[in-house]
């Protein structure tokens, strides 16, 4: 029997076999918390056609069941199906990563002059017996071994004294100490009997608002060895982090907000040992980058502050924490360094994010900007970083749009109309992918095309009877992107409201902190774009619906997911952890939501590109041909 995905893939499912194990064999991932035994309630499909067997123990509502919904761990086919994979169930898993991708990491951290030292160290010492003669403690002994080495300030947990005597003399004396190297100090994070320096491993965190991506990294070779990444399952508290910030004060949810985004971790964490059969004890260091509301989330402190004026958060820096500590299902030593934070709404991502891109050892001005749930902003250089956030909120990540989603294989990531004829072509990620949704890239492709079309006034109205696709729907008007057998991928007008909305606060952001400093576009010499979609973006079209400043295209540059490669960065080497120390402490934070110049640019910003279209001559110069 076959199971049939929306997408057009098909796999084949035996008898006895869930549909979980079934996509697993066909390197399909989902969340599955609880390993598969039906408890936890995140490996959901939509059964679209076809009969199967639910075993379910968990109780899905009638509403869900009407839908479809199934647990896929606890469901067997009865014969052939056809489902459809909820985004937030997805895991992905690169498997192998591409070696240009690593050795361009590797070439990214040579270039800054820093050499592979990672946070964590692994020593083989071979201690002397102890004798009638020698007769120092077993603590004694260590400490005055690891003289030799260099490592004079030495702290030993207490943890470790219980089983000391039997591990030093497990293997004759020889053991293998794990070290962190923080606050002037050395600090042993795990002892183990005889030579176990191999298999040294860390493990990169970017905790998004909407998606968790991991990094497994071999620590002597600098290797990144493979990619993992999963919708963050705190969005079912809400798409942003207001709103999970009001969730965890006033409805008591802060503990089950924390347990959502560990629960990730550990499931990506599962996953990607499992793939490379590691053992936890291989994992000698975490490091993890958020902003700081989802900093505060992950170590399960209370972020009510953050949304007070004055904009508190409980903690900008932060003392080490251990995986045991987090309940990160690691060894329970395994030390977890979280980068620091700047202020309330720009955090410890955005500081990963210059680390990578460098603007903060350039003497030109350059700007940072990372797209995503929030719009971070900064600008600067070697002598200065000014930095803000604005609300741009979740949909260009596909979240509260109608058939948005990730850019992940199904998606809509190209959208060309023609702007006499109206006829629509379109590009979706995936050699044999159909096209399941629409992300962040392919709507603003398809905005700036309908608006230079004559479909879409400057107000983002759509326009009825300029184009056949125009129709009316359950959200009022909208733009049928591609029509499928099963259901039409649209644009509505709230879609297009949301995005006209996130796209004047990036540029208003723009604006006010250039004001701000005294300079305008033309001193900038670089613009540094990151974000998860980013990678897909076109810069013109951007331009075009008035999101990016209009600039010569030779001063964009896309950075990828910077946040990640922050913290591969500081993974492999302590002089790039000094690094971003210094950025944070360096940075100054504007905060956008006491600023009147702020909402006067933005709402300058609520049209198409903008009401000054001095600011837009080439976007001007296309409206008149159209």
């Known amino acids: 029997m076959n199971i049939t995905l929306t997408s057009g893939e098909t796999i084949s499912s035996s008898s006895g076999t869930s549909i979980l194990q079934s996509l697993k064999e066909a390197g399909i991932f989902l969340t599955s918390s609880c390993g598969g035994k ?49 985004k937030e169930s997805i895991l992905t898993v690169e498997g192998k990563v591409d070696t240009g991708k690593s050795k361009d990491l590797l070439a990214l951290l040579q270039s800054t002059g820093a050499t592979i030292h990672p946070l964590t160290e692994r020593y083989v010492l071979q201690l002397p017996p102890a004798t009638l003669d020698d007769n120092i403690s077993d603590l004694e002994r260590l400490k005055r071994e690891l003289m030799t080495h260099g490592l004079g300030c030495l702290r030993v947990p207490f943890r470790f004294l219980a089983n000391l005597a039997g591990t030093v ?33 860390g493990i990169a965190v970017d905790i998004g608002t909407t998606t968790v991506v991991m990094y497994l990294v071999d620590l002597s070779s600098g290797e990144l060895v493979d990619v993992a ?45 499992s793939y490379h059969d590691l053992d936890n004890d291989s994992i000698d260091c975490f490091v993890v980058a958020g902003n700081t509301t989802m900093t505060q989330l992950f170590f399960e402190l209370d972020p009510a502050a953050i949304r007070e004026e004055p904009y508190i958060p409980t903690a900008n820096t932060f003392p080490l924490a251990y995986a045991g500590e987090l309940r990160i299902k690691a060894h329970p030593n395994t030390p977890v360094y979280a980068f620091p934070c700047v202020a309330s709404y720009v955090g410890g991502d955005i500081v990963a994010g210059i680390l990578a891109a460098r603007i903060h050892k350039k003497e030109e001005i350059s700007i940072f900007i990372d797209i995503g749930t929030n719009g971070e902003i900064v600008i600067g250089n070697s002598e ?52 399941t949704g629409i992300c962040g890239s392919g709507m ?15 107000k983002g ?166």
């Not at 899905?60 to 919904?69: D, H, N, T, V």
């Not at 603003?444 to 400057?458: K, P, R, S, T, Y």
């Open 229 to 273: 990444s999963t919708y963050n399952s705190q969005i079912r508290f809400g798409d942003d982090v207001i709103t999970r910030i009001v969730h965890a004060t006033e409805h008591n949810e802060l503990h089950n907000i924390n347990r959502a985004v560990i629960s990730d971790v550990n499931e990506l964490l599962k996953l990607i040992l």
């Open 384 to 435: 200065w970083l000014m930095s803000a956030a604005c609300s741009a909120g979740p949909c260009f990540e596909g979240s509260g749009i109608k058939h948005g989603m990730r850019a992940t294989n199904g998606a809509i990531e190209d959208v060309k109309i023609d702007p006499e004829t109206k006829d629509v072509a379109i590009e979706v990620i995936g050699a044999k992918a159909k096209p």
């Open 38 to 86: 039906g408890t936890c309630g995140k490996c959901r499909v939509i059964i679209q056609s076809g009969e199967v067997d639910s075993q379910s123990k968990i109780k899905l509502s009638q509403e869900e069941i009407s839908q479809g919904y199934a647990l896929a761990c606890t469901s067997y086919p009865a014969g052939d199906i056809q489902i459809d994979i909820p």
């Open 444 to 458: 603003i492709d398809a905005v700036a095309g309908m608006f230079l079309a004559g479909i879409l006034d400057q």
């Open 169 to 201: 003399r497990e293997k004759n004396w020889q053991i293998t100490l794990s070290t962190i190297h923080t606050e002037d100090c050395y600090e042993i994070i795990n002892i183990f009997a005889g030579d176990q320096k191999a298999s040294q491993y």
């Open 461 to 626: 109205k759509l326009q009825e009877g300029s184009s056949d696709r125009v129709r009316k729907g359950e959200d009022g008007l909208e733009f049928v992107i591609y029509s499928g057998e099963k259901r039409d991928i649209v644009l509505t007008e709230p879609d297009i409201e949301n995005l006209v909305r996130a796209k004047a606060a990036i540029y208003a952001g723009f604006t006010t902190l250039l004001n701000e400093v005294g300079f305008t576009f033309d001193d900038v010499q670089k613009v540094c774009i990151a974000g998860g979609f980013g990678k897909f973006l076109d810069i013109e079209k951007a331009i075009t619906i008035g999101m990016l400043p209009e600039m010569p295209m030779e001063k964009f540059e896309y950075m990828g997911n910077t946040s990640v490669i922050g913290t591969y960065l500081c993974l492999l080497s302590r002089s790039m952890r000094e690094e971003a120390e210094d950025i944070s402490r360096k940075m100054t934070y504007l905060e956008l939501s006491v600023s009147n110049s702020f909402m006067d640019e933005y709402m300058s910003g609520l049209f198409i590109p903008h009401t000054n279209m001095d600011a837009f001559p080439g976007v001007k110069a296309l409206m008149k041909k159209t």
